[in-house]
Nanobody
């Protein structure tokens, strides 16, 4: 099983980034897919999740700014991040989970700084 994130980088406050996570080795449409992040000196936290049925949920801190989506034909989940703030700086991890198993990606760094 592999979850491969891409799209991270350095962006100025107010800017946008789109993260992608390509999954292989799993029946993608049977997993809830999520994005988590871990900032410097902080615990890993849930950012957004999209269930196998397509329902979404977001952390309060990103509501209205971030959008999670999935493309089951491409086995890929996305995180569109707009109006980025310095406090969004973190390593962002892709997660796949169902009742029986869960998997993590290796993480991609997002830095919001002027």
């Amino acid at each position: 099983v592999q979850l491969v994130e891409s799209g991270g980088g350095l962006v100025q406050p107010g800017g946008s980034l789109r993260l992608s996570c390509a999954a292989s080795g799993i029946i993608f449409n049977s997993y809830a897919m999520g994005w988590y992040r871990q900032g410097p000196g902080k615990q890993r936290e849930l950012v957004a999740i999209v269930t196998d049925a397509g329902n979404t949920n977001y952390a309060d801190s990103v509501k209205g700014r971030f959008t999670i989506s999935r493309d089951n034909a491409k086995n890929t989940v996305y995180l569109q991040m707009n109006s980025l703030k310095p406090e969004d700086t973190a390593v962002y991890y892709c997660h796949a989970g169902n009742l029986f198993r869960q998997y993590w990606g290796q993480g991609t760094q997002v830095t919001v700084s002027s």
